[in-house]
């Protein structure tokens, strides 16, 4: 094991750089982030710059949270370049110590922030995003994202079954957008379809506003109100509604089980939940890479390319993650393996590559 002076030497090295990494992308994002909003607000009542700096302020830290690893990334890199070239990596490898031993306290502040960013950052950049979208739909007169392209829900009732497709579901609400529903006797026989703008889940019933209603009997009929029994409770599926990434870690879990008890489809929740506890992992994975193109002495050349390299193997596990989340999300690949299977596969690549340039 490294000595304890060494060690925190190191560490402090690794949590200054990364942290100086993080910042810069986060005053980048808020900056960019910031203007734009001040271009879509235009002559907008009530967008005034100060509402649009707040806005902003709460949306950068989600952004922010995608850039996490490429922060671990550079940071990492730039601590072991900055350490090689002033030659204490050299004076290091004198005095016996190991490439893996010196990386020790790299590899633990990764640990350290991958856990503190699931079970404190995470949480933080939840909430505020929730209150970003409310502020974003009240000002500028639009509805909140929903969960994606589409949102199916199967329920039973009183009057018999019904399948309802909605193209979005308003965060933290009960209400759906653009919903079709196809209604079913208690036989299973189909009763008819409903086409209606929006509806909202009450106690005990479905209100569906502007509704077109066609059977297999009649003329299709226009209804401005449309009501449908169900046995959904409210206070159940409104939590479903909010997007993963818009609910802390610490009520996944809860989201999950009515995610699933109201009858809907609970793997975008199961893959962000998965995703938030390979994170660690993840970092570790980013370090390896950057200790694999970052311990090259100066005097031997060639440090620019490896950099590259660097960044260029960064990138591809970043889109590896970013695909296997989406076939995750499309229910094409279980929701452990597209969350687990970059962070184990980068990992194990970045600690082979380092095992064959330090011991051959």
């Known amino acids: 094991m490294i000595g304890a002076t060494l060690g925190l030497y190191i560490s402090s090295r690794f949590i200054r750089t990364i942290l100086l990494v993080f910042a810069t992308v986060f005053g980048l994002v808020f900056t960019l982030d910031f203007v734009e909003l001040l271009r879509r607000a235009g002559d907008t009542a009530g967008a005034t710059p100060g509402l649009m700096a707040q806005l902003s302020l709460y949306r950068t830290p989600a ?13 990492s ?12 990596l050299v004076i290091a490898r004198a005095a016996g110590i190991s490439a893996w031993q010196f990386l020790q306290p790299g590899i633990a502040v990764a640990v350290g922030l991958g856990i503190l960013s699931v079970v404190a950052y995470n949480p933080i950049s939840a909430s505020l995003k929730q209150q970003a979208t409310r502020i974003e739909a009240k000002v500028f007169a639009r509805k909140m ?38 209604v079913f006797d208690p036989a299973g026989a189909f009763v008819e379809r409903v086409e209606a703008t929006d509806g909202v ?41 909010t997007p ?56 031997f050349g060639g440090v620019a390319k490896m950099v590259l390299g ?26 452990s393996v597209a969350a687990w299977l970059p962070a184990v596969v980068g990992s194990l690549l970045g600690a082979l590559a380092l095992l064959y340039q330090e011991d051959g």
């Not at 890199?77 to 204490?88: F, V, Y």
């Open 145 to 182: 994202k929903g969960l994606g392209p589409e949102l199916w829900i199967r329920q039973r009732s009183v009057d018999g079954q019904a399948v309802i497709r909605a193209e979005a579901a308003v965060a933290a609400t009960n209400t759906v957008t653009s919903a079709t529903v196809f």
């Open 77 to 88: 890199m730039a601590t072991l370049l900055q350490l090689s070239r002033k030659l204490e």
């Open 310 to 335: 660097g960044v260029s193997a960064g990138f591809v596990l970043y889109v590896v993650t970013e695909v296997m989340r989406d076939l995750g999300g499309a229910g094409m690949v279980g929701p």
């Open 201 to 241: 889940l009450r106690d005990g019933y479905w209100e569906f506003r502007n509704a077109r209603v066609s059977t297999t009997v009649e003329e299709p009929q226009t209804y401005p109100v449309y009501l449908l029994a169900t046995n959904l409770d409210p206070s159940q599926v409104r939590q479903t509604f």
């Open 63 to 75: 952004i922010a949270e995608q850039v996490l690893p490429f922060a671990i990334l550079f940071g």
């Open 244 to 299: 993963p990434d818009s609910v802390s870690f610490w009520r996944l879990g809860d989201t999950i089980s009515r995610a699933e008890s109201a009858g809907l489809d609970a793997s975008r929740y199961r893959l962000q939940y998965d995703v938030l506890l390979s994170r660690p992992l993840l970092f570790v994975a980013m370090v390896f890479l950057a200790a694999s193109v970052s311990l090259r002495f100066f005097r």
